[in-house]
């Protein structure tokens, strides 16, 4: 099993699905949006404006080999609590 890492979220997959994804996401580009504002001067009301903005990956992504019993031990303890 492997973990691949993609922003702040970590993913458990077997290791054949993480090589492919890490090899399709290695050729996806970056898509972003930016607030750039509102068409009036106290920004309050009127449109609000954006740019679009795709450019090259710059991967955000990484992945790392999880030992089988440690996967089977969290895979034993689920979701953690929220406390």
């Known amino acids: 099993m492997m ?3 993609i922003g702040y979220q970590e993913y458990v997959l077997p290791t054949k699905d993480a090589v492919t994804v890490l090899e399709i996401l290695t050729n996806a580009e970056k898509y972003e949006t930016k607030y750039i504002g ?3 001067k106290n920004n309050t009301t009127g449109e609000a404006y954006h740019t679009y ?3 090259e990956n710059d991967g955000v992504f990484s992945a790392k080999v999880i030992p089988n ?3 089977r ?3 034993l303890a689920g979701k953690p ?3």
């Open 3 to 5: 973990i691949i890492n």
């Open 81 to 83: 609590n929220q406390s």
């Open 53 to 55: 903005h795709v450019y």
């Open 69 to 71: 019993d440690k996967y």
């Open 38 to 40: 509102k068409d009036d």
């Open 73 to 75: 031990m969290a895979k």
